[in-house]
C-alpha cells in the first residue's frame, strides 16, 4: 500500500535520522583508539587496527549486499544490518579482551555496511535523475556530518565514562536504527526479479555502454583514493593530535566537528554544482582540497593551524558527498546496479582497509604525521583521472555522440533479466 506520507518526511524518518545515528556511533570511536590500547593494555598502532577489522568486515559484505539488492530489495539489508551493528556493539561493551573487540567490530563492519548500502540505494529511488546530486548530496552529507560530530561526542564520553561506555551509548543508537528499520516499509523495490540468474553476474561489466566503461574505471580509482582519505584521517589524526602533539581526546573530537560543520555546509553547493554544473566538477574538487588537507597536516603544529586544515578535509568530504555514488548511477545498467555499485565500492573499502595498517607502519618508522605525506600523491592522480578522462554523465551537459539515459539503462549484453 502506497504511503500518503510526502517523500521528505519518509527521507527524513527512515533514510536521514538513521543515518546520522549510524554515521555518528563511528565517529565515536576515533578518538577512543588511545584509550582503548590504555584499558586493554595493547600499543596504539594495534589499537588502531579496530578500525581494520570494521573495514575487513565491510569490505568483504559489498559484493553480497549489491547482489541483494539487484534481487531482494533494500529492506533485509536494512534490518539485518542494523541487528548485526546493535548487538555486535553491545557485546564489545562486554568484551573481557582486546581480541573479543577486534572480532565484534568485524561484524559491525558488516552490519554498518550492509544497512549504509541498502539506504543508499532507496534514497537514489526516491527522486528523479534531475535531483540525483541533491538527494545524495544531502544523504552524504548528513552521514559525514554525524562522522564529524561523532568525535566530539566520543572523546567527551571517552573522558567521562571510558570505553566501556562509549559502547554502551552506541548500542542504544543502533537498537534505534533497528527499530525504524523494522518499520520501514520498503521505499523502494527491485527494478527486476532475477530469480533464474546467478547471485552474482560476472558479465555485469560488460554491459557498461563503451563510452562510460573508462570512466567507471576512473571512479574506481577516485573510490580507493577518497576512501584512503576518511581512513588516514580518522586512524592518524588522534595519533598526531594526542600522542605527537600532545592535546586531549576532546580535542580532538572538536577538530572532526570544525570538518563536520563544514560538511554540512557544503550540503546544498554541492547538490546544486553536481545537478547544475555536472558530476566532475564535485568529484574533481574533492581531490584537489584533499591534495592540499594531506600536505598541510604534518606542518599544522598549533590549534589554529589544525583547525585551517580540518576545514580542508571538511570541504574535501563536502564536495566529495555522494558524487562517486551518483556518477556510477549514471553510468551503469539499471538492473545491474547493485552489483556494480558494490563492485566499486568495495575496490574502496580495499583502500580503506589497507591504509590504516600502512599509516601504522609509516608512523611507527616516522611518525603519524609524516603518514599523510605519503598518501598525498593518490588524491593528485585522482584529480588528474577525473578532469583529464572521466567523461560528464549528467544528462544535458554530454558531449555530442554520448549514449541516452535508455541505452545506458538497458546496457549492451544480449543478456537481459527476466522479468517476474
Not at 590504555?38 to 559489498?62: C, D, K, P, W, Y
Request: proline fraction near 6%; hydrophobic fraction near 50%.
Amino acid at each position: 500500500m502506497r504511503s500518503d506520507r510526502p517523500p521528505l518526511l519518509k527521507a527524513a524518518l527512515f533514510i536521514y535520522l538513521p543515518s546520522m545515528l549510524m554515521s555518528m556511533g563511528q565517529g565515536m570511536i576515533i578518538p577512543a583508539l588511545p584509550a582503548i590500547a590504555r584499558t586493554f593494555n595493547v600499543s596504539e598502532a594495534l589499537a588502531v587496527q579496530v578500525i581494520t577489522s570494521q573495514l575487513i568486515g565491510r569490505t568483504i559484505s559489498m559484493l553480497p549486499t549489491g547482489a541483494i539488492v539487484d534481487r531482494f530489495g533494500v529492506r533485509p539489508l536494512m534490518i539485518g544490518g542494523a541487528a548485526l551493528a546493535t548487538a555486535s556493539t553491545l557485546t564489545a561493551a562486554l568484551a573481557p579482551s582486546f581480541t573479543v573487540i577486534i572480532v565484534t567490530q568485524f561484524f559491525w563492519g558488516i552490519g554498518m555496511s550492509s544497512w549504509m548500502f541498502g539506504r543508499e540505494v532507496a534514497a537514489v529511488d526516491m527522486v528523479q535523475r534531475s535531483q540525483r546530486g541533491r538527494q545524495m548530496s544531502a544523504l552524504m552529507g548528513i552521514g559525514s556530518t554525524g562522522m564529524a560530530f561523532g568525535p566530539a561526542i566520543g572523546g567527551v564520553l571517552t573522558d567521562l565514562m571510558g570505553v566501556r561506555g562509549l559502547f554502551f551509548v552506541y548500542a542504544g543508537m543502533s537498537a534505534v536504527v533497528l527499530a525504524i528499520s523494522l518499520l520501514h516499509r520498503e521505499v523502494s523495490r527491485p527494478k527486476t526479479q532475477r530469480s533464474s540468474a546467478p547471485l552474482f553476474d560476472l558479465r555485469a561489466f560488460g554491459q557498461i555502454h563503451p563510452y562510460f566503461r573508462a570512466t567507471y574505471m576512473v571512479l574506481f580509482f577516485a573510490t580507493f583514493a577518497q576512501m584512503i582519505r576518511g581512513q588516514v584521517t580518522n586512524t592518524m589524526l588522534p595519533l598526531f593530535v594526542q600522542s605527537e602533539l600532545e592535546y586531549s581526546a576532546s580535542l580532538t573530537g572538536l577538530l572532526f566537528t570544525v570538518a563536520g560543520v563544514t560538511t554540512f555546509l557544503m550540503i546544498a553547493p554541492t547538490g546544486i554544482i553536481s545537478d547544475k554544473l555536472g558530476r566532475k566538477w564535485a568529484a574533481g574538487p574533492a581531490a584537489v582540497f584533499s591534495t592540499i588537507a594531506f600536505i598541510a597536516f604534518p606542518l599544522a603544529t598549533n590549534i589554529p593551524q589544525l583547525f585551517a586544515v580540518m576545514f580542508f578535509v571538511g570541504l574535501a568530504n563536502g564536495l566529495a558527498m555522494g558524487a562517486m555514488t551518483i556518477y556510477t548511477y549514471d553510468v551503469v545498467p539499471t538492473h545491474v546496479r547493485g552489483q556494480l555499485q558494490a563492485l566499486r565500492r568495495g575496490v574502496g573499502e580495499l583502500g580503506a582497509l589497507t591504509s590504516p595498517p600502512m599509516a601504522a607502519i609509516i608512523a611507527s618508522a616516522y611518525s603519524p604525521g609524516i603518514s599523510f605525506w605519503f598518501f598525498a600523491p593518490l588524491h593528485v592522480l585522482s584529480a588528474l583521472l577525473i578532469f583529464g578522462m572521466a567523461r560528464e554523465s549528467l544528462q544535458g551537459h554530454r558531449r555530442p555522440g554520448a549514449p541516452s539515459t535508455q541505452e545506458i539503462d538497458e546496457g549492451v549484453s544480449s543478456v537481459r533479466p527476466q522479468d517476474g
